[in-house]
Nanobody
Framework: QVQLVESGGGFVQSGGSLRLSCAAS??????????MGWYRQAPGKPRELIAS???????DYVDLVRGRFTISRDSPKNTVYLQMNSLKPEDTAIYYC?????????WGQGTQVTVSS
């Protein structure tokens, strides 16, 4: 089992920045094969994958956040980050950390990000 603990959500003004953190529990062997991702879900919308990073550091982004958000991974600390810059009100959502090992998925508790105009 993998447990994910998120932090860093909150309220921010439009144009501001936040950094989300997700600490993952698990063995070193599990970390080596774990793909991490950040999802978000706005009211009335499906949960959306916005960024992911593989165990070997390959990152990908959805177009809406590319250039503004950066996902990174600190493998020794078993932690993944989402640096969010130039935040917009439309970024307001619950953000979820996700870990995938083969076909298994694990989720964080979700953290609210609210961007005011």
């Amino acid at each position: 089992q993998v447990q994910l603990v998120e932090s860093g959500g909150g309220f921010v003004q439009s144009g501001g920045s936040l950094r989300l953190s997700c600490a993952a529990s698990g063995s070193p062997a599990m970390m080596k094969i774990m793909t991490m991702g950040w999802y978000r879900q706005a009211p009335g919308k499906p949960r959306e994958l916005i960024a992911s990073i593989t165990h070997d550091g390959i990152a990908d982004y959805v177009d809406l956040v590319r250039g503004r958000f950066t996902i990174s991974r600190d493998s020794p600390k078993n932690t993944v980050y989402l640096q969010m810059n130039s935040l917009k009100p439309e970024d307001t959502a619950i953000y979820y950390c996700n870990a995938r090992i083969l076909t298994q998925n694990f989720w964080g508790q979700g953290t609210q990000v609210t961007v005011s105009s």
